[in-house]
């Protein structure tokens, strides 16, 4: 990994833009989902973003003890996929030990049973529910997410008999398994064109060339898998999307008018709003799109001042926390300020105006 560490940094920052472009996934979405209007949304997403910044901290006080521990000891060279368990046994005193174990503990089930939750729901309501058996009844759908639930457990269990470092299934999730997911949930916000079934092929072939890669390549480096299952979903995608039947204008005007993407949308914008709608609509987008890379150099610098403070570099921490001072007001009256309180939830006049098109 270390070898080739810039092209794999390239492909990380392109993964992770791909991904925020395609909004929230998982955990994330289920949060959005909860909250009552847009102004909600932007507030859950910065105290996500604090949130986190707790996380890069812990992670620098961990590798800051691994360091100093490895400096009191001659000859003692921490291997950096076993800080974590030495810095636990070796350095901290016993009360410590305890809860700091009891909140990983915590922190990997909440993660798993998450995982494994979503996965199941993929299949039976996104997949069986939509596209197998839509009149499908309850008893049917609860034992296909048992089921499902099963399967996926077992799967991991699978494919961790054949990982020996963490850095071998961070490339394979993080890299060459998410690399196959960009580009199916990228062109479901931004095509109007892209179906249901081009999104589940894309994803099933970028899982497939994954788990290949991960099988049959082992020694391929991170950034040649992530380029190989990204254009395999990416062209997979596409081709079946042009093979296939678009979806009713039904079903994309209600999803636009509740969505407001931007990206090719230009038919169904204007049969779903007036003019002047769609101008509030693309200045908007303008004003968010232009925000966004405020927004990306406050929340680098919030993680890496929560690692300098921890690591005591002062003086990067007050440069950090000048940044800080000068983007937040930006981000504030130029991006959350200006933005309309609409309701994120569909009203039943909402809904008739989607099908129908503008009054």
């Not at 395609?22 to 997403?45: D, H, I, N, W």
């Not at 009713?248 to 969505?259: E, T």
């Amino acid at each position: 990994m270390y070898n080739s560490f810039g092209l794999i940094l390239a492909s990380y920052s392109l993964l992770q833009m791909m991904r925020s472009a395609s909004g929230p996934g998982g955990s994330g979405l289920q949060t959005v989902l909860a909250t009552k209007s847009e102004r909600e949304v932007r507030s859950q997403t910065f105290l996500a973003m604090v949130f986190l910044s707790l996380r890069w901290a812990f992670s620098g006080g961990i590798a800051v003890m691994g360091i100093h521990y490895s400096m009191q000891h001659a000859g003692v060279v921490v291997d950096p996929e076993r800080v974590v368990p030495i810095v636990i046994n070796k350095v901290l005193p016993v009360g410590a030990k305890g809860f700091v174990l009891a909140s990983l503990l915590a922190a990997a089930l909440t993660t798993f049973d998450t995982t494994i939750n979503s996965s199941s729901s993929y299949w039976t309501v996104d997949i069986y529910q939509a596209l197998i058996n839509p009149k499908a009844s309850e008893r049917q759908l609860l034992w296909h997410a048992r089921l499902s639930s099963a399967f996926v457990m077992l799967a991991g269990l699978f494919l961790s008999l054949d990982v020996s470092t963490i850095n071998r299934i961070w490339g394979f999730m993080t890299i060459a398994m998410a690399g196959g997911l960009i580009w199916p949930f990228f062109f479901s916000w931004y095509w109007s064109r892209f179906n249901a079934y081009s999104c589940l092929l894309g994803i099933g072939s970028g899982y497939i060339a994954a788990i290949a890669v991960f099988i049959f390549a082992p020694l391929l480096e991170e950034f040649q898998a992530f380029v190989i299952t990204s254009s395999i979903s990416g062209v997979i995608s596409i081709v079946v999307c042009l093979l296939t039947r678009p979806d009713p204008d039904k079903v994309l005007r209600r999803f636009y008018r509740f969505a407001r993407p931007p990206g090719a949308w230009h038919k169904i914008k204007h049969i779903c709003f007036t003019h002047e709608t769609i101008s509030e609509i693309d200045s908007e987008n303008h004003t968010d799109l232009a925000c966004t890379g405020l927004i990306v150099i406050a929340q680098l610098a919030l993680y890496i001042l929560a690692v300098s403070v921890v690591a005591k570099a002062w003086t990067q921490s007050l440069v950090l926390a000048a940044i800080l001072v000068v983007t937040m007001p930006l981000i504030y009256f130029k991006w959350y300020v200006k933005l309309k309180d609409r309701p994120v939830d569909l009203r039943k006049e909402d809904l008739n105006a989607s099908l129908l098109g503008p009054a």
